[in-house]
């Protein structure tokens, strides 16, 4: 039987709909600029780590996604919000022990892993959650 919820959408679901849209627009020309172009986007990057790299690219697919889910307030948006968090935590983890054992890399890596990570840990709390309809 279908749960009765009551997922009130507040003004703000857009702005963070669209904002998770366009971070996921810029995460995607911002990594494929550094993966499939040879060009200055590449030699700007430096040190990259490629396993974080491809990681951010293929995410901009799901933030885009999310980010539509969002504008919808539909629930599944939060699931997905939840996975997006945890990935990057996992993620960022893993690149913390690149660094710890001597890889190289670049600092805005690690700025943008934490900016990323931000960012999501405030959606995944912004995101909705349902109510009985009978409270």
Same mark, same amino acid.
């Given at each position: ?13 857009? &702005? %963070?709909?669209? !904002?998770?849209?366009?971070? /996921? ?5 911002? +990594? ?5 172009? $040879? ?11 490629? &396993? %974080?790299?491809? !990681?951010?690219?293929?995410? /901009? ?5 999310? +980010? ?5 307030? $539909? ?27 001597? +890889? ?32």
């Amino acid at each position: 039987m279908a749960e009765n919820v009551n997922l009130s959408k507040p003004r703000s679901a857009v &702005f %963070v709909g669209l !904002f998770a849209i366009l971070f /996921g627009a810029l995460t995607l020309y911002s +990594g494929g600029a550094v993966l499939f172009f $040879d060009g200055q986007a590449r030699v700007d990057a430096g040190d990259y780590v490629p &396993f %974080v790299l491809w !990681f951010n690219f293929f995410s /901009g697919f799901a933030y885009i996604v999310a +980010g539509v889910g969002l504008y919808m307030w $539909d629930n599944w948006a939060t699931k997905l919000a939840e996975i997006i968090l945890a990935t990057t935590l996992l993620v960022f983890a893993a690149f913390a022990i690149h660094i710890l054992i001597g +890889g190289d890399y670049e600092i805005r890596t690690l700025a943008a892993m934490m900016l990323r990570s931000s960012v999501w840990l405030a959606i995944v709390i912004f995101c909705p959650r349902p109510t009985s309809a009978f409270s």
